[in-house]
């Protein structure tokens, strides 16, 4: 069964960082690209940014692009998202799942809450 456990959330001011974390267990993680999702309140969820196994080739959604760094520890099944110089429209619930091809499981974790103050 898989699961999904995201960690490393917080508030911060403008213009700070956050590194969130996503450990995966009971799936192969290496066969899979991997995505950070997030969620802000009263909005849909949203795809942020994607790596693909073996190249380990990033796709980020626009409005992050050269803020956030998405990378992934195949050793430890985790995957990374490195934000910097966040910005209040950045708050929401970041969630990570499978991406790509491979359509997210059902099953989502807890998410991580980033709050950003302006």
């Known amino acids: 069964q898989v699961q999904l456990v995201e960690s490393g959330g917080g508030l911060v001011q403008a213009g700070g960082s956050l590194r969130l974390s996503c450990v995966v267990s009971?799936?192969?993680?290496?066969?899979?690209?991997w995505g950070w999702y997030r969620q802000a309140s009263g909005k849909q969820r949203e795809l942020v940014a994607t790596i693909a196994s073996g190249i380990n080739s990033a796709n980020y959604l626009n409005s992050v692009k050269g803020r956030f760094t998405i990378s992934r520890d195949n050793a430890h099944n985790t995957v990374y998202l490195q934000m910097n110089s966040l910005k209040p429209e950045d708050t929401a619930v970041y969630y990570c799942?499978?991406?790509?091809?491979?359509?997210?499981?059902?099953?989502w974790g807890q998410g991580a809450q980033v709050t950003v103050s302006s």
């Open positions: 799942n499978k991406a790509g091809i491979n359509p997210p499981y059902d099953y």
């Open positions: 009971g799936t192969i993680f290496t066969a899979y690209t």
